[in-house]
């Protein structure tokens, strides 16, 4: 099925670790975002890159990293865990910054920081 | 600063009530306004909003926006189980030459059988 794909779905990392989100869209889409979701915080913007060859620091960039590899994949490095990453994380694409179309969202990663 | 409020945070009736969820909004060179409903995993979209007081509409649920208060309402009647999710709302503005959805926290709908 078409869509937006991330692995892992769930990862428990210690404090210090290291770790890469993966994602990946098949819908031929120009732009993608990663989010975090908390707990009454909503959705809050990570980095994004609105085209290929090309990434922006969101909301809340401390503590991560991104790799636009080609127009599928959509990288989230976090190269020193802390507690405070603990999270949900969304991947979500579009076809175009510049078209208001919505975004289409992977099923969210669940990352657990101990 | 750019920011999106939904009211109320959270929210519990029986099924068959109607539902008003709101979101309100102060963003730079608004474009347009989304709805989705997220139960377990992601969000899925429901509406987009880009015109004042033209209501969009699908099955029981309903949208409307007004860019003049700048605030969006969604309405949800003859409420079933099914819809308890939370209902989160983005508001796309431009800054710095991209435009990106700014998202509120949420409504928590619990619908009671």
């Known amino acids: 099925n078409a869509g937006v794909t991330q692995t892992p779905k769930f990862q428990v990392l210690k404090t210090g670790q290291s770790m890469t989100l993966q994602c990946a869209q098949d819908m031929n889409h120009n732009s993608m975002y990663w989010y975090r979701q908390d707990p009454g915080m909503g959705l809050r913007l990570i980095y994004y890159?609105?085209?290929?060859?090309?990434?922006d620091k969101g909301e809340v960039p401390n503590g991560y990293n991104v790799s636009r590899l080609n127009k599928r994949e959509f990288s989230l490095r976090l190269e020193s865990a802390a507690p405070s990453q603990t999270s949900v994380y969304f991947c979500?694409?579009?076809?175009?910054?510049?078209?208001?179309?919505?975004?289409?969202f992977g099923s969210g990663t669940r990352l657990t920081v101990v | 600063e750019d920011k999106v409020v939904q009211s109320p945070l959270s929210l519990v009736v029986h099924e068959g009530d109607t539902v008003t969820l709101n979101c309100s909004y102060e963003?730079?060179?608004?474009?347009?306004l989304l709805w989705y409903k997220q139960e377990k995993k992601a969000p899925t979209f429901l509406f987009m909003l880009t015109s004042s007081g033209i209501e969009k509409k699908s099955g029981r649920l309903s949208s409307i926006l007004d860019k003049k208060e700048l605030f969006s309402i969604l309405n949800i009647t003859a409420t079933q189980t099914g819809d308890s999710a939370i209902y989160l709302c983005?508001?796309?503005?431009?800054?710095?030459?991209?435009?990106?959805?700014?998202f509120g926290t949420g409504t928590r709908l619990k619908v009671l059988a």
């Open positions: 979500a694409s579009s076809p175009h910054s510049l078209e208001g179309t919505g975004y289409t």
């Open positions: 890159s609105a085209s290929e060859g090309t990434t």
């Open positions: 963003v730079t060179n608004f474009r347009s």
């Open positions: 983005a508001v796309e503005g431009r800054t710095s030459g991209t435009y990106k959805y700014i």
